[in-house]
């Protein structure tokens, strides 16, 4: 794979999870409140998930430093393999807020908080981007 077809591929997937952080909270924000009582526990447990993002993150520095490193070598392409992973699984980590919020649409979270829990997942979502010493 060369480098251009993995860059793209990063792209594609930061798109992908961005659909995928936005889209059921906008979905979910629609329907009718379950259970009225749950919205500042779901709230509370949304802001809690966004500090499970530390440990992927320092994997995902990690793995961008292995693949600066790589970068024109033999081992190149196992480098831009692993550092998608890696970038995958934190990406599926740093979504569990807006999840959260989708979540609280459905048990009377205010609109406010979901945003701010979507926020939240956006901003980690920033940290993951492939900064350009690679390109």
């Known amino acids: 794979m060369t480098r251009a077809a993995a860059l793209r591929q990063l792209a594609r997937d930061g798109w992908l999870h961005t659909l995928l952080?936005?889209?059921p909270v906008l979905v979910l924000g629609r329907t009718s409140v379950v259970f009225a009582d749950w919205g500042l526990p779901?709230?509370?447990?949304g802001l809690v998930s966004l500090f499970f993002s530390l440990?992927?993150?320092?994997?995902?520095?990690?793995?961008?430093?292995a693949t600066e490193q790589?970068?024109?070598g033999p081992v190149e392409d196992d480098a831009w393999n692993d550092?998608?992973?890696v970038?995958?699984?934190?990406?599926l980590i740093a979504s569990l807020p807006a999840w959260f919020g989708a979540a609280?649409?459905?048990f009377g979270m205010e609109p406010v908080a979901r945003l701010l829990l979507v926020f939240g997942s956006?901003?980690?979502l920033v940290l993951y981007r492939i900064p350009r010493q690679l390109h």
Request: charge should be positive; proline fraction near 0%.
């Open 21 to 23: 952080m936005v889209l």
């Open 42 to 45: 779901l709230f509370a447990a």
């Open 55 to 65: 440990r992927a993150f320092t994997r995902f520095k990690h793995a961008l430093i």
């Open 70 to 72: 790589a970068l024109n």
């Open 83 to 85: 550092l998608r992973r």
């Open 87 to 91: 970038r995958r699984h934190g990406l």
């Open 104 to 106: 609280g649409a459905l």
């Open 122 to 124: 956006l901003v980690l």
